[in-house]
């Protein structure tokens, strides 16, 4: 039996479209980077493990199909095209064959565009996915701290553009950060934390704290008391800032040991209260990594 040898394109940036045999959803993974020779693939999405071969998506099927019956219905008219007669004159019978036709054309596809693009520090493969958090197909690491670490020092970018900002201006983008900090810890605890803890709210920190406590689980370990009491400070000012439009309330000081003076007064947000966090946020995060294993 003959075999055929197809050559499945990569996109303009070098990704090759993968599908999952089990869940069926599409990724991308860059060849060239990541364990060299790596023979077998995890989905990023449901953890299946199996041979490289497996994760032909159904369009690089259907393409290569289709290159195939184009060579053999090509070869196949060439061949029909030798036989071919005219008919001869001056006979009273006379048969011609004339052959037509073209070759099966070829379904040509393209590679979709995914949400997020990852390089896995684990093994430094490149890939894509839908959505923001996987797992990486050839080394299986997790990207959840990955992702929440690469967000941290984007809102640190921002911080720094506040700079040169409006008073007003820089104000808000402060307070941007300081919202968006605790929304992205909240987006990775969440996820590294769905199997064992799946209705646990991480935007109150205090309260996560102390249901990840009935586990062994000490989520401020390598943070003193006074920056454990900065971090939860910091998640009663989001509060502040999502429900009271940033304005004091005596829950705010009863929670923060806080001044009486303060109430009805807009609460005080910092660059340096931001960063800070941001550091003591990263302290935090590593340590559910190390011990939440998301499965």
Known sequence: ??????????????YLGRECPECEKYFKIKPGTGIPDFADCYCPYCKKFAPQDHFWTKQQIEYAQSVVLNKVSGDILKMMKKVETKPKRNQFISIGITVKGN??????????ELEEKVECKN??????????????????????????EANFDLIIKILDLA????????????ENGLEDCISVFDGFARERCCKQYPKLSFQNIYS?????????????????????????????????????????????IKKTNGDHKQLGKKVSITETDVTTLIIHLKVIVSNISKHVERS
């Open 1 to 14: 039996m003959e075999t055929y040898s197809v050559d499945i394109k990569k996109d303009e940036e070098g």
């Open 163 to 174: 700079k040169d900002a409006s008073p007003d201006v820089k104000v808000k983008l402060i």
């Open 123 to 148: 093994c430094t493969l490149q890939y894509a996915i839908y959505g923001t958090f996987g797992y990486c197909p050839d080394c299986a690491a997790h990207n959840s701290q990955q992702i929440a």
């Open 103 to 112: 070759p099966t054309p070829i379904t040509y596809y393209s590679e979709k």
């Open 208 to 252: 996560a704290k102390q249901k990840l406590d009935e586990s062994g689980i000490n989520i401020p370990e390598g943070l003193n008391n006074s920056e454990w009491s900065f971090v939860v400070k910091q998640f009663q000012k989001r509060h502040l800032l999502a429900h009271k439009m940033g304005v004091v309330d005596e829950d705010y």
